[in-house]
């Protein structure tokens, strides 16, 4: 294999992560090649108006967002491309990664395939997502100011967006599947003394309700049933957040580089190094902590260093 055919870098996936890390890499003059992945532009695609993005006073849509990034990243040489990594090996050097069974080749890699949320799956709570329906508290609570909000879920996350929500709604109701919450006790006791929420366990939504108004979707509620009854029930909401968890994407990483037990990559505490030397992780995908576009940017950043440095190291 000629020395032609190995990239300097490549970056998988394109969040806030995956683009930073582009521009700083690109700026290197390393030439990077991104591949973008499923959801090229990451979680932000997703969602609606982002206000808590630096930079922009008035805020800024968060597609409009990405493509702003990627544009950017792109001036500096960043080579972008719409593809799935599927399968990666990184047992020996170069690292090879594969997008539809074509090998390409690598002397370093940064992994920034975020995380998802996770979701229920209905229909209409994918029509309603960004409009009503949201999987962020920190990101979208602040457009439900005084309306009425449900959050869906039993555990940790659902306590704290729920805690955090009653700073805008006016009120909040936790809804929950079974009637035994798996949130740590201290949350699960801050929520149950904040009189503007309230606990409807044993209950699971089955579909969202709105209005479709020539394309402007407004959220009026949601059709509940409660498991131990069997009843249903139609419930007056403005706003839905589902708090069920995230998954990071790092199934194709497995057995390559070290994970957590729950999945995220396993990084330095001071750099983003994983055990392998050479691969560096960013952003969700090592990060089930802070989870802002503006943290896994600073990450995609300090990937983008940790490259350089190693890639001049090589050379030492
Ligand atoms: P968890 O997996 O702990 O909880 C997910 C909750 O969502 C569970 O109550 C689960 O119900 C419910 N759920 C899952 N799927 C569905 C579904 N399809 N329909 C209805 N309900 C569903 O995830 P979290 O994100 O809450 O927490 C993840 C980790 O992060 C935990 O370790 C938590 O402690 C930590 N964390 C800590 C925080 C803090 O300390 N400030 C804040 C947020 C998270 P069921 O219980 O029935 O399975």
Not at 19 to 32: C, S
Not at 33 to 44: A, D, T
Not at 48 to 57: A, K, S
Not at 238 to 266: A, C, M, R, S
């Amino acid at each position: 294999m000629s020395d032609n055919n190995i990239h300097k870098v490549i970056i998988i996936g394109s969040g806030p992560a995956g683009l930073t890390a582009a521009l700083y890499t690109g700026r290197a003059n390393l030439k990077p090649v991104v591949f973008e992945g499923l959801q090229p532009g990451g979680q932000l695609t997703i969602t609606t108006e982002v206000e808590n993005y630096p930079g922009f006073e008035h805020g800024i849509m968060g597609p409009e967002l990405m493509d702003i990034m990627r544009k950017q990243a792109q001036r500096f040489g960043a080579d972008c491309q719409f593809s799935f990594v599927d399968k990666v090996d990184f047992s020996s050097k170069p690292f090879k990664i594969y997008v539809d069974s074509k090998e390409y080749f690598a002397n370093s890699v940064i992994i920034a395939t975020g995380a998802s949320a996770k979701l229920l799956g209905l229909p209409t709570e994918a029509e309603y997502m960004g409009f009503g329906v949201s999987a962020c508290a920190t990101c979208d609570g602040f457009f439900f100011k005084d309306q009425r909000i449900m959050v869906i879920g039993g555990g940790d996350t659902a306590m704290e967006e729920a805690n955090y929500l009653t700073k805008f709604g006016k009120e909040v109701t936790i809804v929950h599947r079974r009637d035994e919450f798996r949130a740590s006790k201290i949350m699960l006791d801050r929520a149950r003394k904040n009189p503007k929420i309230t606990l409807m366990p044993n209950t699971i939504m089955e579909e969202v309700l709105g209005v479709n108004d020539n394309g402007k979707k407004i959220v009026t509620g949601a059709r509940m049933k409660n498991v131990e009854t069997g009843k249903t029930f139609n419930m007056e909401v403005e706003g839905i957040f589902l708090g069920i968890g995230h998954k990071p994407n790092t199934d194709i990483f497995k057995g390559q580089i070290d994970l957590e037990d729950n999945g995220y990559i396993k990084t330095s505490k001071v750099n983003t190094n994983t055990n392998i030397p050479g691969v560096f992780a960013c952003g969700d995908a090592q990060d089930h902590v802070y989870r802002q576009a503006v943290t896994a940017a600073g990450s995609g950043c300090m990937a983008a260093i940790d490259v350089e440095r190693y890639l001049e190291s090589l050379h030492e």
